[in-house]
């Protein structure tokens, strides 16, 4: 069964409701909504809005996969008592599909404005749309919330939201970030910027030295490491590294096809919905002819998709959800991985490896 965007957020609407409950951490408040009913999308931008009166950070219970509670207590920490006043929302990705506009620009724009209109407090909003995207504005203020936002979310992947918000906030002057630079200046930076020259460099002799050596086509994976095997001779070129690419995304497409999931839960239908929107994400993105650093954005954007379609598989099985973690190293198409594991390739060096719960026992011995 093919579910569009569309059918799984009608299916939300249809069979939803929602409840909020607080919790301090810290001297800052986070604001979480339980699962189980959720309001429709206007309700739920009134709720934001309420719950912004108690605290700065919203999430709502579904999306704690996204934002866990321990980085949504840090986010509030980080901007309480910041002028002017911010705050951040993270809500399922059907909020975001069931507003008015022609495109996700202005879906996300409405959202906010619906906010605003709700009785939303002045002050900076950041609200992430489960995976699909994080939107900004200012309302009752004059910073260039938008343009932050932007610029964050030019600099990581969808998977990153943390990583989104918290580089919106530096952009806005909100202190706190993490690893924040210690005002040592420039000369750290191009330290580092030599070293890993160098190490790259070197790494780039050995792995030439190795190619022109081995014959058993261990000479590591391709730039593009797909989820099935390829010799160490077929992906040499970026044509070759499109192809094996686009091979990818459309074997992810059969995954959530051949999975088939029953969407009447909310929190498996904003799973399901993230994950079919990197599909058609990385689909778009291998349309055309994308260099290697958008080769790289595509393997992140599936290895994303694949994570909430496991997500959706687990709440429907009744097992705990899986970490965000790598695909299992061996092979993509055994899933998201369980734990690291240290490995030595034939010829290589000692490494820790994400690998799957079976490959797991296999190199423990416990499968035959």
């Not at 339980?34 to 009166?53: M, N, S």
Request: aromatic share 6%; glycine share 10%; charged share 25%.
């Amino acid at each position: 069964m093919r579910l569009t965007f569309r059918a799984v957020a009608l299916l939300v609407a249809a069979v939803s409701g929602w409840a909020g409950t607080t919790a301090a951490a810290g001297g800052a408040t986070v604001v979480t909504a339980e699962a189980g009913t959720e309001a429709p999308v206007e309700g739920l931008a009134a709720d934001v809005a309420a719950a912004w009166e108690s605290g700065p950070v919203y999430v709502d219970e579904t999306q704690d996969g996204i934002v866990p509670a321990d980085e949504a207590e840090r986010l509030a920490e980080r901007v309480e008592g910041h002028h002017p006043a911010t705050f951040i929302a993270v809500v399922p990705a059907t909020a975001l599909s069931d507003m008015p506009g022609e495109d996700d620009d202005a879906r996300g724009a409405a959202f906010l404005d619906a906010i605003d209109a709700a009785g939303g407090p002045v002050g900076a909003y950041l609200v992430v749309f489960g995976g699909a995207a994080t939107y900004g504005g200012g309302f009752g203020i004059e910073a260039p919330v938008h343009e932050a936002v932007e610029a964050a979310v030019d600099r990581h992947t969808r998977s990153q939201q943390v990583a989104i918000i918290d580089d919106a906030l530096t952009e806005l002057g909100v202190p706190g970030a993490p690893a924040e630079p210690g005002g040592t200046g420039w000369v750290p930076p191009v330290v580092v910027v030599l070293v890993v020259l160098a190490l790259a460099a070197g790494a780039l002799a050995w792995w030439r030295r190795r190619r022109r050596t081995a014959g058993d086509g261990a000479a590591g994976p391709a730039a593009y490491r797909p989820s099935f095997e390829v010799l160490d001779d077929e992906a040499d070129s970026v044509g070759e590294r499109r192809q094996l690419a686009r091979e990818d995304v459309t074997r992810f497409g059969e995954e959530l096809d051949a999975a088939d999931l029953d969407v009447t839960d909310p929190s498996v239908a904003a799973d399901v919905q993230a994950a079919m929107d990197a599909y058609a994400e990385a689909g778009g993105a291998v349309d055309g002819d994308p260099d290697d650093h958008v080769l790289r954005a595509v393997r992140s954007t599936v290895e994303y998709g694949r994570w909430r379609l496991a997500s959706a598989q687990a709440r429907l099985a009744g097992r705990p959800l899986p970490a965000r973690r790598a695909d299992c190293f061996f092979d993509q198409r055994h899933g998201v991985s369980v734990t690291d594991w240290m490995y030595t390739p034939p010829g290589g060096r000692a490494r820790e490896i994400p690998v799957c719960a079976a490959c797991r026992d296999r190199l423990a011995g416990a499968a035959r």
